[in-house]
């Protein structure tokens, strides 16, 4: 059964970085399609972006073009989500999911607060 | 940039039939996915490929599409389908994904 497990929440500063892993497991992560999406408070799911884990492409949503990098480890079956130049307009719930036939399953969330 | 358009809330009394719908240009050439989310948990696939219900998902949840206009249908909705819905599809390229805005589900 594949899961997927990512890092714990993080707390930043404006204008720092942050990098929440996924981490994959249950099936050849070669053939995984990762998708980053977010949820501000009270908000709805934005899709941010994602990578072909065999190939180590990446493609992003243009709003986080610049910001926004997507890699993967493929001997440590996980994919990563770095985001720089955080305000607290980036303060959200991150979510990896697998794309098959859709986003399914999903990482358990971390939460990312962006406060001075 | 591509957008989906859902409506904001659905109300519904337990044993009715709730449509919620999805609208966007590209959906006659994409495909549609359906999720459904509560408090404080992640996203759940109900729905895949517009139609398709995962094996787990009741047989209350149906999907179909119509043009530019995809609906997810629950029959004799409950009170535990209370829940945000949310459409997904692709731009017309393929290479971007999309979420529509969301739609709180309300079981009077």
């Known amino acids: 059964q594949v899961q997927l497990v990512q890092s714990e929440a993080e707390v930043r500063k404006p204008g720092a970085s942050v990098t929440v892993s996924c981490k994959i497991s249950?099936?050849?992560?070669?053939?995984?399609?990762v998708h980053w999406v977010r949820q501000a408070p009270g908000q709805s799911l934005e899709w941010m972006g994602w990578?072909?884990?065999?190939?180590?492409?990446?493609k992003y949503t243009q709003k986080f073009q610049g910001r926004l990098t997507i890699t993967r480890d493929t001997s440590a079956t996980k994919v990563y989500m770095h985001l720089s130049s955080l305000t607290s307009e980036d303060t959200a719930v991150y979510y990896c999911?697998?794309?098959?036939?859709?986003?399914?399953?999903w990482g358990q969330g971390t939460l990312v607060t962006v406060s001075s | 940039s591509y957008e989906l358009t859902q409506p904001p809330s659905v109300s519904v009394s337990p044993g009715q039939t709730a449509r919620i719908t999805c609208s966007g240009d590209?959906?006659?050439?994409?495909?549609t996915s359906w999720y459904q989310q509560k408090p404080g948990q992640a996203p759940v696939m109900i729905m895949y490929?517009?139609?398709e219900r995962p094996s787990e998902i009741p047989e209350r949840f149906s999907g179909s599409s119509s043009g530019t206009t995809v609906t997810l249908t629950i029959y004799g909705v409950q009170a535990e389908d209370e829940a945000d819905y949310y459409c997904?599809?692709?731009?017309?390229?393929?290479?971007?994904?999309?979420f529509g805005g969301g739609t709180k589900l309300t079981v009077l």
């Open positions: 999911a697998r794309e098959t036939l859709g986003f399914d399953p």
């Open positions: 997904q599809s692709a731009d017309i390229t393929g290479a971007y994904r999309v």
């Open positions: 249950g099936h050849t992560f070669t053939t995984f399609a």
């Open positions: 990578i072909d884990a065999g190939e180590g492409d990446a």
């Open positions: 490929k517009d139609t």
């Open positions: 590209a959906l006659p050439k994409q495909y």
